[in-house]
């Protein structure tokens, strides 16, 4: 029996896998979700023994239903191949007291790369199952990562396009090159003169505007999304959860059955939801971490039901959290609220008219297995600091922002249950801000400089995805103001 996935504001629709995959976002707005999340059917001690690839067969099996054994192990051969640096794919690294899911060691050196490595390839399949002959048009925001590990997932996939809209002044300089130089002939970056939200606000209004949508029809397109709210992203990010929890086990690092806690740096809510789909499967995950920046709209939440993005828009130095709209808190919200998708449609129109809505007492109840706090700038550079100076371990921004959570979080509630990390991109990525860290005296180097004295101090190698955009070109030099998105969509595929 197929596992139906509904949306979050109408539970009448109910779609197989592929077509939520296909459609990235449902036709009214909301996000598909599960019917149920699925039990775990390999034990601990089987999923202990197996590698990336055959946990994530196992796990995303589950899921994804209509797809055939054959089909989803095509999808993930293709994906976690040598585009990753270790065999291991997300290999755990223990320092100062906790566990560090390395998750930056595909080709753009960031967390996004586990599940934009292998979305291209659930997409393809899933077109071909529905027999649809449009041609893909990948549209997506990015506050940073998302962008580049989508580009280069899709970058000359036959029968897709991809345009990705950033703040222009909204990422990291190593992060926007990486985006600004990417080759391929169906790919398109364009810097928006707003923020991440403005973005983001701007993709769900083109993907909500039904006459573009026919327009596209009848010029052979149809829009999907490499944005977190495709569920086609969300399931593979489960598999890391589940993979660390064996890996440690078999390690001998936790004994059978023992709470794991997760510590999560979190912007747009989605891989920390994967973290508690894993827990909801089975896995002994204790505390759900959420650890936030400066921008706290997540910390507030949890600290009082209420969700108000009604505040300063802080850009900080681990800009990917610089988010004040969470959109994958909706799955979550829809399931406090007993998959009544009336309470979700209201909650999320308050968001959209008034910028807030709350929760109820019974629904913020619900909400026990999740714990949040915040670093400010100062903390996340002294944590960045002070993990260097005892271990030699270099962490970046967002990785650091989590890891002083982590310390918030202990000293709380003297919980000492062991913790998993989730280190969510490579300090190469973020160099002036993690080499200003660890020493003021950094901040007169260029940014390549950086990288190498980086390689000195730390002794990793310097990632590819790094040596590659030292010399490339820059491709894509287009801004815009929010109002000119959509025309900017058309233009770029000559409508």
Do not use: W
């Not at 006459?211 to 399931?235: D, M, P, Q, T």
């Not at 912007?267 to 706290?296: E, Q, R, W």
Request: hydrophobic content about 40%; charged content about 25%; aromatic content about 10%.
């Amino acid at each position: 029996m197929d596992l139906i996935y509904r949306s979050t504001r109408d539970n009448k629709v109910s779609v197989t896998a592929s077509k939520a995959i296909l459609k990235g976002l449902a036709e009214d707005g909301g996000l598909f979700v599960p019917e149920m999340i699925p039990a775990l059917d390999r034990s601990m001690d089987e999923l202990a023994g197996m590698s990336y690839r055959e946990t994530a067969y196992e796990v995303m099996k589950l899921f994804l239903t209509d797809f055939t054994e054959d089909e989803l192990k095509d999808c993930i051969a293709k994906a976690y191949d040598e585009k990753f640096d270790t065999e291991e794919i997300a290999p755990i690294k223990e320092a100062d007291g906790a566990y560090y899911l390395e998750l930056f060691h595909g080709a753009t050196i960031a967390f996004k790369d586990m599940a934009l490595s292998i979305l291209p390839h659930l997409l393809i399949t899933s077109a071909k199952k529905n027999q649809v002959k449009d041609e893909i048009v990948i549209l997506t925001a990015t506050s940073g990562d998302t962008g580049k590990a989508a580009l280069a997932g899709f970058a000359d996939v036959p029968g897709t396009k991809i345009v990705v809209f950033y703040p222009k002044n909204g990422v990291s300089p190593i992060q926007e090159k990486q985006m600004v130089t990417q080759k391929g002939d169906n790919t398109f970056v364009v810097g928006i003169k707003g923020n991440f939200d403005d973005a983001q606000t701007g993709v769900k209004k083109i993907f909500g505007d039904k006459a573009l949508e026919a327009e596209l029809a009848e010029a052979g397109f149809r829009f999907s999304s490499a944005n977190s709210i495709n569920i086609g992203r969300l399931v593979p990010q489960v598999v890391y959860y589940v993979y660390a929890y064996a890996k440690l086990y078999a390690a001998g690092k936790l004994a059978k059955d023992e709470r794991l806690n997760v510590v999560v740096p979190t912007g747009n809510f989605g891989n920390i939801l994967a973290a508690y789909y894993a827990k909801n499967m089975g896995v002994p995950i204790g505390k759900l971490i959420c650890a936030s920046n400066d921008n706290k709209v997540l910390y507030d939440f949890f600290a009082t039901g209420t969700y108000d993005r009604n505040r300063e828009f802080i850009l900080t130095t681990s800009p990917s959290m610089d988010i004040l709209i969470s959109s994958n808190l909706e799955r979550l919200i829809y399931r406090i609220a007993g998959a009544d998708d009336a309470v979700d449609r209201e909650l999320m129109e308050n968001l959209s008219v008034s910028g807030k809505y709350a929760v109820t007492d019974e629904m913020k109840a619900q909400l026990a297995d999740f714990y949040g706090n915040y670093a400010s700038e100062a903390e996340t550079a002294a944590e960045i600091k002070e993990v260097y100076d005892k271990t030699g371990y270099v962490l970046d921004t967002h990785t650091a922002v989590a890891s002083k959570v982590r310390r918030k979080y202990a000293a709380e509630t003297g919980d000492e249950a062991k913790t998993i990390i989730a280190s969510t991109a490579s300090p190469y990525k973020f160099t002036r801000s993690v080499m200003n860290a660890i020493d003021a005296k950094y901040d007169s180097m260029s940014d390549f400089e950086l990288v190498d004295e980086l390689n000195r101090i730390s002794g990793v190698a310097v990632p590819g995805a790094i040596e590659e955009i030292r010399t490339a070109p820059v491709l894509h030099d287009t801004v815009v103001e929010v109002d000119d998105m959509k025309d900017t969509v058309k233009k770029f595929l000559g409508i």
